[in-house]
């Protein structure tokens, strides 16, 4: 069975780091492109960044220079280190799964993790 | 990038009855369309992928359709458990893969 649990996030304030974790079973995380998607409180989705199987990197503009997505292939754990935080980046943090088939398909996600960024 | 559109951003319908849901890409898209369903607390739910084709376990009562610049989600027969926000997503021209803003989806 897939699972994805994601860990790390917390209340934290402007300018600061965190990083959130995403622990897979059931699947390998280096064999699937694995992404983040977060969700800002009552708002709807939005892709934050990906990494491919062969490793590439991607990022959304509005997090471009700030956050890192990274893995470690023998924990099969995905990262999402976030730095110079902001307000506006208090959301709900998805660790999410891409289909093999159909690559631009999430078909998992985990439950997410709350950043909560505010003095 | 590629912005998507839902409508209506809030569908009331009755239980057992028929709800449609409209979902508008930018540019062409293909069948590169995925929906969503979040129920409330939860992580979304994969529904439907390649605009039409069912994900594993989703009932038939979820169908999808459209392509290019205009699809649908048509869910038959509303059951309690479907009364959720639903998402469409495009995969055609990616990352980033982008989500519309989302469709509630109440209890008359």
């Known amino acids: 069975e897939v699972q994805l649990v994601e860990t790390g996030g917390g209340l934290i304030q402007p300018g600061g780091s965190l990083r959130l974790s995403c622990a897979a079973s059931g699947f390998t995380v280096s064999s699937n492109y694995m992404t983040w998607v977060r969700q800002a409180p009552g708002k709807g989705l939005e892709w934050v960044s990906i990494?491919?199987?062969?490793?590439?990197?991607y990022y959304a503009d509005s997090v471009k220079g700030r956050f890192t997505i990274s893995r470690d292939n023998s924990k099969n754990t995905l990262y999402l280190q976030l730095n110079s935080l902001r307000a506006d980046d208090t959301a709900m943090y998805y660790c999410a799964r891409h289909s093999s088939g159909w690559y631009g398909v999430i078909d998992y996600w985990g439950q997410g993790t709350l950043v909560t960024v505010s003095s | 990038e590629i912005v998507m559109t839902q409508s209506p951003a809030t569908l009331s319908v009755s239980p057992g009855e028929r709800a449609t849901l409209s979902c508008r890409a930018s540019q062409s898209v293909s069948s590169n369309l995925a929906w969503y369903q979040q129920q409330p607390g939860q992580a979304p739910r994969l529904l439907i992928y390649g605009a039409s084709t069912r994900a594993t376990g989703i009932p038939a009562r979820f169908s999808g359709s459209g392509s290019g610049t205009e699809f649908t989600l048509t869910i038959s027969s509303l059951q309690s458990e479907d009364f959720a926000v639903y998402y469409c997503?495009?995969?055609?021209?990616?990352?980033?893969?982008?989500f519309g803003q989302g469709t509630r989806l109440e209890i008359k």
């Open positions: 997503q495009q995969y055609n021209n990616w990352p980033p893969i982008t």
């Open positions: 990494i491919y199987s062969g490793g590439s990197t």
